[in-house]
């Protein structure tokens, strides 16, 4: 059974930065394409981005792009997202998501798609 636990939320002002953590415990970690998403109160979960296997090849939502950067460390099973020119707007629970077959960015929005989930790490960003 696969396990991802995200780190790294936190409280900080807007125009701020932040970057999280997502640890994946298995051996086929290197093979999992990966993906973050958010859901902030009353709302709906949004995607966020997504990165491939190699890390060769990133995916990220209109509203973060340009300020959100993901990657991974394979050696280290880990994932990063990290987050800058932080807004009020991106307060929200932020989860990643692992997906042991290839997954092709223009379905990476796509949550049902993956197979293994976190439990979620707050981020709360001050006006």
């Known amino acids: 059974q696969v396990q991802l636990v995200e780190s790294g939320g936190g409280l900080v002002q807007a125009g701020g930065s932040l970057r999280l953590s997502c640890a994946a415990s298995g051996r086929t970690f290197g093979s999992y394409a990966m993906g973050w998403f958010r859901q902030a109160p009353g709302k709906e979960r949004e995607f966020v981005g997504f990165?491939?296997?190699?890390?060769?090849?990133?995916y990220y939502a209109s509203s973060v792009k340009g300020r959100f950067t993901i990657s991974r460390d394979n050696a280290n099973n880990t994932v990063y997202l990290q987050m800058n020119s932080l807004k009020p707007e991106d307060t929200a629970v932020y989860y990643c998501?692992?997906?042991?077959?290839?997954?092709?960015?223009?379905?990476?929005?796509?949550?049902?798609?993956?197979?293994?989930w976190g439990q979620g790490t707050q981020v709360t960003v001050s006006s």
């Open positions: 998501a692992g997906r042991i077959r290839h997954l092709d960015a223009e379905y990476s929005h796509y949550g049902r798609l993956y197979d293994y």
């Open positions: 990165i491939t296997w190699s890390g060769g090849n990133t």
